[in-house]
């Protein structure tokens, strides 16, 4: 085992969430100086998305209906709060009730527009970091495009045994229409509870939604009351992540516990939309690590890990999809990936199942 030495400080090198991005997410858990002098924009925002929800509700904004129920997972508070486990928990646990389930997503950082699917060659600037991911855990259909309803009719087409749609981070996209919206938030719940830029919603904190999943080591009875909307009852979600994988070569694992142990230098890197979870997630294992957030969706591009100092790097499954195709560091014997399994409630899968076998596309 390699001798303790000081760990160098990784943070000065790798690209940080910009300081305008972490200003306002500090602001945007309070209703503070800032947050009060943004809060007559979040009204004008308010107000256009409310009239652009009108609009497509009243039918003067065309919305498409698919041959298939249609279950939208998405959240309304801004940035990550875990879309990519729920959808893949929810294609396993639909699968294992007698569906056949294919999935629909934006394909973020995507170069192309129009809709296509994602396979093992796929790259992540191709279709995104987190189809990707989807496809390999899930093992199902996975469809990009900008245009959901689109996404979804070339899915079927391809593979017309599909009964089910799930569209991963479609919520605010009305223009595919959708039988089953499941909103999910994290422990920071509504934040302050304003609409962008004043807070971080999206959209009103009670706003319509068939179930609400919270994702958070501990549920407590006041965030689950606070956070049950008109769909009911909130569910919990729990990230739990047992062991390690090196990215060279996945076969190879390695148990949190072994590094809770001490006596190397451990970084945790992440690029995703809430680094916070992750790195809490490994100090509930026991991992003591220096932590390096990164900008969500960082493409590694810019060498973040040339000049921090350890034995072992931390990282995400969505960084390790981008990781394990960039030439310099597939092979870093550093770079260990942290796969997260979603655990929730039965009862919430069996729920959808119910709604998804009574739609109409009427």
Not at 201 to 228: C, H, I, K, S, W
Request: proline share 8%.
């Amino acid at each position: 085992m390699p001798t303790s030495r000081p760990l160098q400080s990784p943070l000065s090198a790798p690209p940080q969430p910009s300081r305008l991005e972490a200003t306002l997410t500090r602001n945007w858990l309070r209703r503070g100086a800032l947050a009060c002098a943004l809060w007559p924009l979040s009204l004008l925002f308010g107000a256009l998305s409310a009239a652009r929800a009108a609009l497509f509700r009243a039918g003067v904004l065309k919305s498409a209906r698919l041959p298939v129920p249609v279950v939208v997972v998405g959240n309304i508070f801004i940035g990550g709060t875990g879309k990519t486990p729920l959808t893949i928990w929810l294609v396993q646990a639909l699968r294992e009730r007698g569906l056949r389930p294919g999935v629909i997503s934006r394909g973020h950082g995507s170069r192309d527009r129009s809709p296509r699917p994602v396979t093992p060659q796929s790259t992540p600037g191709e279709v995104g970091d987190e189809p990707l991911l989807i496809a390999q855990h899930g093992r199902c259909p996975v469809v990009v495009g900008r245009d959901r309803a689109a996404a979804g009719s070339a899915l079927l087409a391809a593979y017309p045994d599909v009964d089910v749609l799930i569209a991963d981070d479609g919520l605010q996209h009305y223009a595919l229409q959708r039988d089953v919206e499941i909103v999910l938030f994290d422990g920071r719940g509504v934040g302050n509870g304003w609409l962008l830029p004043a807070g971080p919603l999206r959209e009103g904190p009670r706003r319509r939604r068939d179930f609400t999943v919270v994702n958070t080591p501990l549920l407590t009875a006041d965030l689950r009351a606070a956070l049950a909307g008109p769909g009911g009852a909130a569910f919990q979600m729990q990230l739990l992540g047992e062991f390690a994988e090196r990215l060279a070569e996945r076969a190879e694992r390695m148990p949190l516990a072994l590094l809770a142990g001490g006596g190397r230098r451990i970084v945790a890197a992440a690029g995703i939309g809430n680094p916070g979870r992750f790195f809490s997630m490994l100090k509930s294992a026991g991992v003591q690590c220096a932590e390096l957030p990164l900008p969500d969706h960082h493409d590694f591009l810019d060498r973040p890990f040339a000049d921090v100092d350890a034995d072992i790097i931390l990282i995400t499954e969505k960084d390790a999809v981008k990781c394990a195709q960039i030439e310099y560091l597939k092979d870093d014997p550093r770079l260990w990936v942290v796969p997260v399994t979603a655990r929730i409630d039965a009862a919430l899968a069996q729920q959808i199942v119910e709604k998804c076998r009574g739609y109409s596309t009427a």
